[in-house]
């Protein structure tokens, strides 16, 4: 059987704690009945804030999603105001973290060497790293394609062979994020199937996309991405089953 296909969702910082619950719960109803989830054709995980990660993580049991934080810090258990260790998250239960995200390289300052800090110490507690690349400004796939490489080099520089968990690099164009519409289908395969065939020569890993992506999406990048990484366009629930909906489409199609 094929890999299944991984699609994610980040919250970001939208939802108030009842409504994060609230889209948890109709989220986990979906996957328990949907054949896409039940029949191994789509694995998914979803990075809601902090704060809920508890409650989710109970919400879900007895289910495969697998439940992120959408930071970590880079240090160790310790006197550091305010962060939250890789070891609590992998302690409650977290399977996934994401690194590396446009908004906290340009909000929050973080840099490669940050990046990469955090990337090994999430793969030391077997916290597979939900890693963002992507290149700031629109230009031709090539060009992307190196710096997301560059990026992802860059990134995984701490990290010990063999990697303790799975790899998992979100493609976000940055310049494609919180935009109307996502890059162009032409432009995420291309650059996706670059760092696909990267990661397979490079201790392997999946490439998803993500950047203003929503229903109808997967299925018009034909087979070009392993996954998606979703943010406004599932916050009504009902487009994350139509997702779900396509995962079953391209499977049927694919057999
Ligand atoms: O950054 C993203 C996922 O983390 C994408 O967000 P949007 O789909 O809302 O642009």
């Not at 054709?41 to 934080?69: C, Q």
């Not at 400004?137 to 701490?158: F, H, K, N, V, Y």
């Not at 999406?217 to 909906?245: K, P, W, Y």
Request: glycine share 10%.
């Amino acid at each position: 059987m094929t890999a299944p296909l991984l699609i994610g969702t980040s919250l970001k910082m939208y939802f108030g704690y009842q409504q994060t619950l609230d889209w948890c719960r109709q989220v986990t109803d979906i996957a328990r009945r949907h054949p896409a989830v039940t029949q191994g054709h789509a694995a998914l995980f979803i990075m809601p804030s902090f704060p809920t990660l508890a409650p989710v993580l109970e919400m879900v049991r007895g289910t495969d999603i697998r439940i992120g934080a959408q930071n970590l810090s880079d240090q160790p258990p310790g006197a550091w105001t305010g962060e939250v260790s890789a070891a609590m998250l992998a302690e409650m239960g977290c399977r996934c973290v994401e690194i590396g995200h446009a908004e906290r390289r340009r909000h929050f300052h973080e840099d490669e060497t940050l990046v990469a800090a955090k990337t090994a110490l999430a793969m030391t507690h077997g916290l597979s790293p939900v890693l963002c690349v992507g290149e700031g400004e629109e230009g031709d796939p090539e060009a992307a394609a190196s710096e997301c490489i560059r990026q992802m080099e860059s990134a995984l520089a701490e990290t010990p062979h063999p990697r303790e968990a799975d790899l998992i690099v979100a493609y976000e164009p940055h310049w494609a994020i919180g935009a109307s519409q996502p890059a162009s289908s032409e432009h995420i395969s291309a650059v996706c199937m670059k760092l696909q065939a990267y990661l397979d020569g490079h201790g392997g890993g999946c490439v998803i996309y993500g950047g203003s992506a929503g229903p109808g999406l997967l299925s018009r990048l034909e087979g070009s991405v392993q996954g998606m990484f979703l943010g406004r366009f599932v916050h009504d629930a009902r487009a994350f089953e139509q997702i779900l909906d396509e995962v079953m489409t391209l499977h049927a199609a694919s057999r």
